[in-house]
């Protein structure tokens, strides 16, 4: 059966870095539109970033410029490299794989499923 693991969070001070890591068991890893997605206490989940299968990629404007996305195919493993975190990055972040037609961006999170449990990022000022 396949899945999706996040790992990789923890605290950290603001200004500080993180990378999260994402496993996605699914066979067609290489072929899939992967994206980032946070969730903070009492708000609704947004959208952060996605990677393409050609390596296209696109941000939320919260975070460009802070927040890389990248993936490693081989591992079938996807990346967010966080820096310059900020207080409002606190939140429960997770992966997810595309399933649903549409442009691989964070913008359509409806298009996006096989989320994963996620992983707890706290940044305290």
């Known amino acids: 059966q396949e899945h999706v693991v996040e790992y990789g969070g923890g605290s950290v001070q603001a200004g500080g870095s993180l990378r999260l890591s994402c496993e996605d068991s699914?066979?067609?890893?290489?072929?899939?539109?992967l994206g980032w997605f946070r969730q903070a206490p009492g708000k609704e989940r947004e959208g952060l970033a996605a990677?393409?299968?050609?390596?296209?990629?696109k941000y939320a404007e919260s975070v460009e410029g802070r927040f890389t996305i990248s993936r490693e195919n081989v591992k079938h493993t996807l990346y967010l490299q966080m820096n310059s975190l900020k207080s409002e990055d606190t939140a429960t972040y997770y992966c997810?794989?595309?399933?649903?037609?549409?442009?691989?961006?964070?913008?359509?999170?409806?298009?996006?499923?096989?989320w994963g449990q996620g992983t707890q990022v706290t940044v305290s000022s």
């Open positions: 997810a794989r595309q399933r649903k037609p549409a442009t691989c961006s964070p913008d359509f999170q409806w298009s996006f499923g096989y």
């Open positions: 699914g066979y067609a890893f290489s072929s899939y539109c």
């Open positions: 990677i393409d299968h050609d390596g296209t990629t």
